[in-house]
């Protein structure tokens, strides 16, 4: 199952009524119903018999179907954040969870990511509290509910390998939150600490909406910064529903899952294009500034084309591609390189073939997969010593057969 599920799938989340570890686990299996009764079992190896059961149920917010995750059968439940009692004598510590994982016969990739995810609350809990990582309590999971969203979510990611996820602005919600630690500010400290860097909107709903557990695991799957939304054919959708009840809107994270084309051979990905026309710069200093724009880093691709302007001016239209992350930078530099007033932006998506760089015989070469199969080009350095263009097309012809 591992890596052909995710494969050319992307997976957007958007955080409507919020994000917390049920939230996900449930919007996941709302989405892919066959993959419930791997993370039933990794859940029922890791919770202790008196812990209670895992139970994925139907039910309605807001007007809308949704499925929950819960913990049923449970002595005493407690929620993301409720106070502090010790119901059994359990090492609830990061190293004595962690251990416990690490101990379970779990499905393959699931204690990996189940510990990913934990490390993350523990830094965060750590930074926000001043204690050393091992020492963190966790006073948020010592009832296992919270245990059992961390290791339903490894158990997804790990099913899920290879998609790549995006994740719409998150909820700020408002007021303030009841911990172990006393009465906090929302979205609590250590939830601020691990989504640090991503969008954030005040829809002007209040309370806790995005949980430490929760932001652990949309930092763990997006890698800790927000990707771009792709698109692609619509394959699944899924709905998974917090405790609460919001006064105008489902309490729900919703995932909606894209076929990318990567299955296809290809892949897809999003890069910007920003452009501006030059009608007052001498050849010598574009040149100077091309050569400055295509250093930089996350420009993909620099050209310039000749062109008409106003009044039958000649002018130069400069184009970049580049990274989304490297947007201000590169802009920045436009401004000071060029004597452009302003900057036209788009996004534009990009279909690319897998490639990579292989070593031949004669010189290095490009290989790039294709749907008919494998071509491949001599890389341009690799010809510099040919003296003439019949020796260099003779020597590029050897590599790329070679």
Same mark, same amino acid.
């Given at each position: 199952?591992?890596?052909?599920?995710?494969?050319?799938?992307?997976?957007?989340?958007?955080?409507?009524?919020?994000?917390?570890?049920?939230?996900?686990?449930?919007?996941?299996?709302?989405?892919?119903?066959?993959?419930?009764?791997?993370?039933?079992?990794?859940?029922?190896?890791?919770?202790?018999?008196?812990?209670?059961?895992?139970?994925?149920?139907?039910?309605?917010?807001?007007?809308?179907?949704?499925?929950?995750?819960?913990?049923?059968?449970?002595?005493?439940?407690?929620?993301?954040?409720?106070?502090?009692?010790?119901?059994?004598?359990?090492?609830?510590?990061?190293?004595?969870?962690?251990?416990?994982?690490?101990?379970? @016969? &779990?499905?393959? +990739? !699931?204690?990996?990511? $189940?510990?990913? *995810? %934990?490390?993350?609350? =523990?830094? /965060?809990? #750590?930074?926000?509290?001043?204690?050393?990582?091992?020492?963190?309590?966790?006073?948020?999971?010592?009832?296992?509910?919270?245990?059992?969203?961390?290791?339903?979510?490894?158990?997804?990611?790990?099913?899920?390998?290879?998609?790549?996820?995006?994740?719409?602005?998150? @909820? &700020?919600?408002? +007021? !303030?939150?009841?911990? $172990?630690?006393? *009465? %906090?500010?929302?979205? =609590?400290? /250590?939830? #601020?600490?691990?989504?640090?860097?991503?969008?954030?909107?005040?829809?002007?709903?209040?309370?806790?909406?995005?949980?430490?557990?929760?932001?652990?695991?949309?930092?763990?799957?997006?890698?800790?910064?927000?990707?771009?939304?792709?698109?692609?054919?619509?394959?699944?959708?899924?709905?998974?529903?917090?405790?609460?009840?919001?006064?105008?809107?489902?309490?729900?994270?919703?995932?909606?899952?894209?076929?990318?084309?990567?299955?296809?051979?290809?892949?897809?990905?999003?890069?910007?294009?920003?452009?501006?026309?030059?009608?007052?710069?001498?050849?010598?200093?574009?040149?100077?500034?091309?050569?400055?724009?295509?250093?930089?880093?996350?420009?993909?691709?620099?050209?310039?084309?000749?062109?008409?302007?106003?009044?039958?001016?000649?002018?130069?239209?400069?184009?970049?591609?580049?990274?989304?992350?490297?947007?201000?930078?590169?802009?920045?530099?436009?401004?000071?390189?060029?004597?452009?007033?302003?900057?036209?932006?788009?996004?534009?998506?990009?279909?690319?073939?897998?490639?990579?760089?292989?070593?031949?015989?004669?010189?290095?070469?490009?290989?790039?997969?294709?749907?008919?199969?494998?071509?491949?080009?001599?890389?341009?350095?690799?010809?510099?010593?040919?003296?003439?263009?019949?020796?260099?097309?003779?020597?590029?012809?050897?590599?790329?057969?070679?």
């Amino acid at each position: 199952m591992g890596q052909a599920l995710g494969a050319g799938l992307h997976l957007h989340l958007d955080p409507v009524g919020g994000a917390a570890g049920d939230m996900f686990v449930a919007a996941l299996l709302d989405a892919f119903p066959d993959l419930a009764a791997r993370v039933m079992a990794d859940v029922a190896a890791l919770l202790p018999a008196e812990a209670g059961r895992a139970e994925l149920q139907t039910g309605k917010s807001g007007g809308m179907a949704v499925r929950r995750f819960r913990l049923v059968d449970a002595p005493h439940v407690h929620h993301d954040h409720g106070p502090h009692h010790h119901h059994h004598d359990h090492d609830t510590t990061y190293r004595g969870l962690r251990a416990r994982i690490e101990a379970a @016969p &779990l499905a393959e +990739g !699931t204690a990996e990511h $189940a510990c990913a *995810i %934990l490390h993350r609350i =523990a830094e /965060a809990e #750590a930074l926000a509290h001043d204690l050393p990582i091992d020492r963190v309590h966790f006073h948020e999971i010592a009832d296992w509910d919270s245990l059992m969203d961390v290791t339903a979510a490894g158990s997804l990611v790990a099913a899920l390998a290879g998609a790549s996820w995006s994740l719409a602005p998150l @909820p &700020l919600g408002g +007021g !303030t939150v009841r911990t $172990a630690h006393g *009465i %906090l500010p929302v979205p =609590a400290p /250590a939830t #601020a600490r691990i989504l640090a860097g991503y969008d954030w909107i005040d829809d002007g709903v209040p309370g806790e909406r995005v949980t430490p557990t929760g932001a652990a695991i949309l930092a763990h799957v997006t890698g800790g910064a927000p990707a771009p939304r792709h698109a692609g054919r619509l394959r699944a959708s899924g709905m998974g529903a917090g405790t609460r009840d919001l006064p105008d809107r489902p309490n729900v994270l919703r995932v909606t899952a894209f076929d990318t084309g990567a299955a296809k051979g290809w892949q897809r990905d999003r890069v910007l294009r920003l452009a501006c026309d030059l009608d007052d710069m001498t050849g010598e200093e574009i040149g100077a500034a091309a050569e400055a724009l295509r250093a930089l880093p996350g420009v993909l691709d620099l050209v310039l084309l000749a062109a008409q302007g106003k009044k039958a001016r000649p002018l130069t239209r400069l184009e970049l591609l580049l990274r989304p992350e490297a947007e201000e930078a590169v802009a920045a530099a436009l401004f000071d390189l060029t004597s452009t007033l302003g900057l036209r932006r788009e996004e534009v998506a990009r279909l690319i073939l897998p490639r990579e760089a292989e070593p031949g015989a004669d010189g290095p070469r490009k290989r790039a997969d294709r749907p008919s199969g494998p071509t491949r080009k001599a890389e341009s350095d690799a010809l510099a010593s040919a003296p003439t263009l019949a020796q260099r097309r003779a020597l590029a012809r050897r590599i790329e057969e070679g």
